[in-house]
């Protein structure tokens, strides 16, 4: 058997914090290795602990989770750690914040808990937990806001069909509707998404969509 996935838990509240640890621990494949009560902790165990994931809170003492999940997760950080944000705040500020600062997922903590368990098995397996079309409505609704920058080296480097790729990603296609709209197989779609990944050093989809915007590759 694989060893389980190490999550480390971050609330202001005991009460959540007990209760969403015994949903996970009591999942044979997922464990928890820390718990704390405001951002900066956060940001202290995970990088003593390493989890796999850290699934944290946005209002909280200390240092709030959108700032503790880009010490972890942003732009530039050496080791990143994925992060799953929960929140009782359904603002899509606070969504757009988390997603910039480098977070892989957003679930409300009034999800039932199996969606809770999905959320971090998503995240923790490289995947971004919102789908394609929250992802553009989300993220559209703030590309007025969004100042675009100068390309970078691996933005210039990608071909001409890579950036059209992109373009879709950023437009909220799934992998069958790319293929579909390109007239080309799924599995080449995975193959032109994993080399954008790469070549942009992005770790998911969200951040694709984010990077596109920031650049103005799509309006």
């Known amino acids: 058997m694989s060893a389980p996935i190490r999550v480390l ?3 202001d509240q005991a009460l959540i914090r007990t209760g969403f640890a015994t949903i996970i621990d009591a999942q044979p494949d997922l464990e928890v290795v820390g718990e704390c009560g405001d951002g900066r ?3 202290d165990l995970a990088r003593r602990l390493s989890p796999d994931i850290v699934v944290m809170d946005v ?9 503790a999940t880009r010490l972890l997760a942003g732009a530039g950080v050496e080791s990143p750690i994925k992060v799953l944000v929960v929140t009782t705040f359904n603002l899509d500020e606070y969504v757009y914040e988390a997603l910039r ?9 009034d999800a039932p808990p199996a969606q809770l368990l999905h959320g971090i098995r998503t995240v923790a397996t490289g995947a971004a937990l919102l789908a ?3 992802t553009r409505q989300l993220v559209g609704r703030y590309a007025a806001r969004i100042r675009p920058v100068r390309a970078t080296p691996g933005e210039t480097a990608l071909t001409p069909r890579e950036l059209e790729v992109l373009r879709l990603i950023a437009d909220g296609r799934s992998n069958s509707e790319i293929a579909a709209t390109l007239v080309i197989s799924q599995e080449t779609v995975k193959t032109y998404v994993s080399r954008i ?16 915007y920031r650049r103005g590759l799509v309006t």
């Open 59 to 67: 209002r909280m003492p200390v240092l709030d989770g959108i700032e």
């Open 9 to 11: 838990f971050c609330d």
């Open 197 to 212: 990944l790469t070549k942009l050093d992005l770790r998911d989809r969200v951040q694709a969509v984010v990077y596109a």
């Open 41 to 43: 902790a956060a940001v």
């Open 132 to 134: 394609p079309e929250v």
């Open 101 to 109: 600062a480098g977070a892989s997922g957003f679930l409300l903590k």
